[in-house]
């Protein structure tokens, strides 16, 4: 089954840029999607379309593709940031695929 | 304004049956695909299935092919997963969430509106 992976964890102080990868053979076709959720709380959509913001998320938040690997930057981090994220695309047959989770910690 | 409410906890035994809901308002209930997605005790998000409750067309990720059915009845605006036959291993946040995309032709985009979840817990 298709498979996207991310890093366990990353670990930043406030104020710098955290950078965290999503790699998937299919990302060349295929848009990424990124979501941060904090502890008790539904995942909010923060990145769609690989690099596109969707309204009311902190331009601090960014995606980029590069390949077979999407990254979500997060410049100048706050310790709000703290979370894990979830990258999500799709297989060949449409349906959706999430990685399995980055936990960023700010220092 | 756009809502997806589900359904509350359930605390349920192995073998019983299980219907959760999630019921949709503020926006056009039969053109937008809802998924489910699960998230175990500590674990990622996974991708369960998807309806489009205008036809109910519905696709399901070859995890849980045959272990959950995906259903909606649009007349209430309301979505259900439901188990025929639950296990331990099926403790989990059940969460529901509208595709961002209008329309019926992609079911692979993003998910803007999220439920806030259903705590399923089976045990003995």
């Known amino acids: 089954s298709y498979e996207l992976t991310q890093p366990p964890s990353v670990s930043v102080s406030p104020g710098q840029t955290a950078r965290i990868t999503c790699s998937g053979d299919?990302?060349?076709?295929?848009?990424a999607y990124w979501y941060q959720q904090k502890p008790g709380q539904a995942p909010v959509l923060v990145i769609y379309?690989?690099?596109e913001r969707p309204s009311g998320i902190p331009e601090r938040f960014s995606g980029s593709s590069s390949g077979t690997t999407v990254t979500l930057t997060i410049s100048g981090v706050q310790a709000e940031d703290e979370a894990d994220y979830y990258c999500?695309?799709?297989?060949?047959?449409?349906?959706?695929?999430f990685g399995g989770g980055t936990k960023l910690t700010v220092l | 304004e756009v809502q997806l409410v589900q359904s509350g906890a359930e605390v349920k035994k192995p073998g019983e049956s299980l219907k959760i809901s999630c019921k949709g308002s503020?926006?056009?209930?039969?053109?937008?695909?809802i998924g489910w997605v699960r998230q175990m005790p500590g674990k990622g998000l996974e991708w369960m299935g998807i309806?489009?409750?205008?036809?109910?067309?519905?696709r399901y990720s070859p995890s849980f092919q045959g272990q959950v059915t995906i259903s909606a009845d649009k007349s209430i605006s309301t979505a259900y997963l439901q188990w025929s036959s639950l296990k331990a291993s099926d403790t989990a946040m059940y969460y529901c969430?509208?595709?961002?995309?209008?329309?019926?032709?992609?079911?692979?985009?993003?998910?803007?509106?999220w439920g806030q979840g259903t705590l399923v817990t089976v045990s003995s």
């Open positions: 379309k690989d690099s």
């Open positions: 309806i489009y409750p205008g036809d109910s067309d519905t």
């Open positions: 969430a509208r595709l961002t995309d209008y329309g019926r032709t992609g079911y692979s985009g993003s998910y803007y509106y």
């Open positions: 299919a990302l060349p076709k295929q848009y």
């Open positions: 503020g926006y056009s209930f039969t053109s937008y695909w």
């Open positions: 999500q695309s799709a297989d060949s047959s449409g349906h959706g695929v």
